[in-house]
């Protein structure tokens, strides 16, 4: 173990590579192969438990950078971190019904870590635990022993990489490095796919959600009220000057319905004020469905049930192919489906198709083993069969 002190292994890694390992295990294995000197890894805390049917609270993943050699990294701003070993746990999640279920195993690697002594900032305030787990990548697979001896392999070379002495994996069971890997993209950071709970969750790390739009809400709320203020001003003005019937229905109606414009507009920023997350759920992958722009709680947890602001869940059959479709100057990563087309997210070209990539990857590891056809795709399959059964005229 390395007796360097805090941070001196950091200033000396010149543009070390930024690795999401939450989103992509072969990212991670490959650049601890290709970084000499240092990496970022994008690191996570364990989440809370859930509160059905929503998910567990979403929490904002943190940068943390480790050197080669070195068992001392930084998360964020707090540097002298500790690596203490490298452990690895896998979940069985079960999907589907009685009639057709199926199982997936999630393997997560884990780093045992030790806190530096912070200062307090009240002496009576207990002590904080120093010694804390991270999450630094996660992978499905659909046998139990191939994912755990994956996430074993892994975690093995993270911890080759740290210089922690650590048991090597049962040779009979590691896998092959990947002949390639897929370098993340300027802006990639902005956007995280990792697992909350049972379901795989496409997040805009940078989007507040209603929120962004409180402050619009407020500002119509007040002019619709002060609109209708003067309306009722020149109602009041009309009534005392004797005005025609049909004046004084006019102005009352519109008093009327900017009064209940100022109201809505106040509610709909009501609400928006109260959602505290500080990310927005684009898309979720789970149990063989996928849910564009899910609902979700005041806190950000996605709603598990399968529906989402779009409609009902899509089953993975349903989905015909992942494209990047360019519009003007905009990209969107864009779900061909039985259903018709939905857009999932927009951004550079360079990050839709990285993402349009994750998510191809994604939807054959939820899906079921067996394909059923939907009643969508038997409606297409008839009217296919009827149009190549009519004569051509």
Known sequence: MSSAPPGAEHDAVEQPSWVDGLASDRSLRAALERSPRGLRL???????????????????????????????????????????????????????DEASSFERFLGRVWVEARW?????????????????????AELLGEEHDDTEARAKELAHALASYLGLEQATPDQSSQTTAPEHDEHAPEGARRYSLRFEGEHLVLRDL????????????????????????????????????????GALLGLGAL???LVLASYAMASVARFSYAYVATSTPLAWFADDRVVVAPWVSREGAIDTQPEGRYGAAIRIAEVERVVVDERADAHTVKLETAHGPIDVLSATRELCEHWAKAIEAALPRVAAPRKKATAVMRARA???????SEPAS
């Not at 690191?43 to 480790?66: C, E, I, N």
């Open 42 to 96: 994008r690191v996570a805390r364990p989440r809370a438990d859930a509160a059905p049917p929503y998910a567990p609270t979403p929490d904002a993943p943190q940068d943390a950078r480790f050197a080669r050699g070195s068992a001392r990294f930084a998360v964020e701003s707090v540097d002298g971190v500790e690596a203490l070993a490298l452990t690895t746990s896998t979940d069985t999640l079960r999907w589907g």
């Open 116 to 136: 530096p002594e912070l200062p307090k900032r009240d002496p009576v305030e207990p002590d904080a635990p120093r010694e804390k787990r991270l999450l630094v």
């Open 206 to 245: 940078e989007s507040a959600g209603p929120k962004q739009g409180a402050g619009l809400y407020v500002l119509l709320s007040l002019v619709f009220g002060g609109l209708s203020v003067y309306t009722l001003l020149e109602l009041s003005k009309a009534w005392s000057g004797g005005g025609t019937s």
């Open 255 to 257: 008093s009327a319905i």
């Open 382 to 388: 008839r009217r296919e069969g009827s149009a190549a």
